[in-house]
């Protein structure tokens, strides 16, 4: 990425003082497109469209921010973006520039091959262990400095490709269990906006 994209999208500038360490948007990674629905490359998107349907918030597809977004009753924006996962910083940086964010009131939802299905890790900041989107985001808001929601998927196993694991579909057994998973996700978030990270780190990532 050249200097000047970086410019244009807002990822090399620096962020402003925050006001308030209080998470003020939440985006969900995952690929556009209806063939990748219900991938596990995309259950970043899963959780943020549950978190819309629980506060009845509309998605709106903002092409400014390259982005659907949607805002909930207390002011939280939610985002989903539509550059395929790859790029997803450009949409995360476009957003924060925007509404003046800093990065650490950013929360990333993403999909973890390192955890089992079952699993989900809050962190306040952290490498990209090899996720295409986070290195992305990283990169764009030139810091590893923003908090994020591991969901685990598990590990792709010997007779598969990691990129077949990732964009493929749960088996039936999966998905019930990732029907629980996410619900005491939205939980871990809805902690998370209240209370604080720490608050969220302690009381779900033991769970399972």
Same mark, same amino acid.
């Given at each position: &990425?050249s200097?000047l994209?970086k410019?244009?999208?807002?990822?090399?500038? +620096?962020?402003?003082?925050?006001?308030?360490d209080?998470?003020?948007l939440?985006?969900g990674?995952g690929?556009p497109?209806?063939e990748?629905d219900?991938?596990?490359?995309?259950?970043?998107?899963?959780?943020?469209d549950?978190?819309?349907?629980?506060?009845?918030?509309?998605?709106?597809?903002?092409r400014k921010?390259?982005a659907?977004?949607?805002?909930t009753?207390?002011?939280?924006?939610?985002?989903?973006?539509?550059?395929? &996962?790859?790029?997803?910083?450009?949409?995360?940086?476009?957003?924060g520039?925007?509404?003046?964010?800093h990065?650490?009131?950013i929360?990333?939802?993403?999909d973890?091959l390192?955890?089992p299905?079952?699993?989900?890790?809050?962190?306040?900041e952290?490498?990209?262990g090899?996720?295409n989107?986070?290195?992305s985001?990283?990169?764009?808001?030139?810091?590893k400095?923003?908090?994020?929601?591991?969901?685990?998927?598990g590990?792709?196993?010997q007779?598969?490709t990691?990129?077949?694991?990732?964009l493929?579909?749960?088996?039936?057994?999966?998905a019930e269990e990732?029907?629980?998973?996410? +619900?005491?996700?939205?939980?871990?978030v809805?902690?998370a906006l209240?209370?604080? &990270?720490?608050q969220? &780190?302690?009381?779900?990532?033991?769970?399972?």
């Amino acid at each position: &990425m050249s200097l000047l994209e970086k410019l244009r999208s807002g990822g090399a500038e +620096a962020p402003p003082a925050a006001s308030s360490d209080k998470i003020k948007l939440i985006v969900g990674l995952g690929n556009p497109g209806t063939e990748y629905d219900g991938t596990r490359h995309n259950i970043g998107f899963e959780l943020v469209d549950r978190l819309a349907a629980e506060n009845d918030s509309k998605w709106s597809r903002e092409r400014k921010f390259r982005a659907k977004v949607a805002k909930t009753e207390n002011g939280t924006f939610l985002a989903k973006p539509l550059t395929y &996962m790859n790029l997803s910083g450009n949409a995360v940086a476009r957003l924060g520039r925007f509404y003046k964010l800093h990065p650490h009131q950013i929360l990333v939802v993403y999909d973890d091959l390192d955890l089992p299905i079952g699993k989900i890790r809050f962190r306040k900041e952290g490498s990209s262990g090899g996720h295409n989107g986070i290195k992305s985001i990283i990169e764009f808001l030139s810091t590893k400095d923003f908090p994020r929601l591991k969901l685990g998927i598990g590990a792709a196993d010997q007779n598969a490709t990691v990129i077949g694991h990732v964009l493929g579909k749960f088996s039936p057994n999966e998905a019930e269990e990732l029907e629980k998973v996410l +619900a005491i996700a939205v939980d871990g978030v809805n902690c998370a906006l209240s209370e604080g &990270m720490d608050q969220a &780190m302690n009381q779900f990532n033991r769970r399972a």
